[in-house]
């Protein structure tokens, strides 16, 4: 063999280094990729706001706390004030026939005192009416609304009044209804001479500061007093300055609808009772625990059975 032919063959078997770089490179691309799995994304830990305190009106029943099921008044409703005058019919059928001879419907709620308001206007309110005649209150706390109030606005205004929608509106009466109560930081910094430009007395206004000034400081509120039970609300309230044991029974009949509630300081319940169960009436009897043995028949809708006996006291008053 050549030497030519020698070296022909040595180079036919020797591969070059471009074929093996190329094959490399097509080995590599058959290799299949790698599929990578997407991590989970890893969620932040929700954090919830506090729950919202409850309101007098909006309280939840399925809770097991006792307050709170107490908050929420059978008297609230059409079918539990049914009931407890059905209850009263059975445990004294004497009441229970004057209740039948009683047209008006048995509300257990003031006309000033709507649903709606706040304790501190309810408390307000009735300080303001305090030892004073229906008209001659309402005539003051109007004044006291024009002065410090706010002006409702008409929900729905004609789109296109007419002479006649003009002068009926300026006719119409303007009411307490129409205004929003001034808010307790207001009242509390009202001047009191001030404040008795439209009526209130020295001392009744020193005592609209005072329940402002314990609503404004957050020593009362709504939710507070409405987990309350009856003797906790008339602790706290007979130690604030203008509110007496009366004025704490009526906010817990007529604001807090509380259902079983007996006034024994209220006059007019004092000599209905008397009538009632044909006992003596004096300037010291019955007293408050005769009222209480009195009033056991009517248990546990003894604030309904009150708001007969007022009704029974117009009765005889008229005879």
Known sequence: MSMSTRRSARLLSKPTTATTTTTRKVSSSTKPSKVTKPKPKVLAKKVLPPPSPPSLLHLSTSTANPLLQQAISPLRTRDGLAQAILHL???DPKLGKFIDTVKEPCTVMLPRDTPEQSSYVSLCQSIIYQQLAGKAAAAILLRFLKQYGIR?????????????????????????????????????????????????????????????????????????????????????????????????????????????????????????????????????????????????????????ATWYMWKYTDTVTQK
Not at 157 to 172: C, F, K, N, Q
Not at 253 to 277: E, G, Q, S, W, Y
Request: aromatic share 8%; charged share 25%.
């Open 89 to 91: 019919k059975a445990s």
């Open 152 to 304: 409702k606005k008409p929900q729905q205004p004609p789109i296109l009044p007419t002479a006649a929608d003009e002068i009926e509106e300026m006719e119409a009466p303007v009411t307490a209804d129409d205004f929003i109560f001034p808010p307790a930081s207001l009242v509390f910094s009202l001047d009191v001479d001030e404040m008795k430009s439209v009526g209130l007395g020295q001392r009744k206004a020193e005592y609209l500061q005072e329940v402002a000034r314990q609503f404004h400081e957050g020593l009362l509120s709504d939710t507070a007093l409405a987990l309350m039970s009856d003797e906790e609300v008339s602790r706290a309230l007979v130690t604030v300055r203008g509110i007496g044991q009366w004025t704490a029974d009526m906010f817990l009949i007529f604001h807090l609808k509380r259902p079983n509630v007996l006034p024994t300081m209220d006059l007019a319940v004092r000599k209905a009772m008397c009538k009632h169960f044909s006992v003596p009436f004096g300037k010291k009897t019955p007293t408050h625990e005769q009222m209480v043995e009195m009033g056991s028949v009517w248990e546990p809708y003894r604030s309904v």
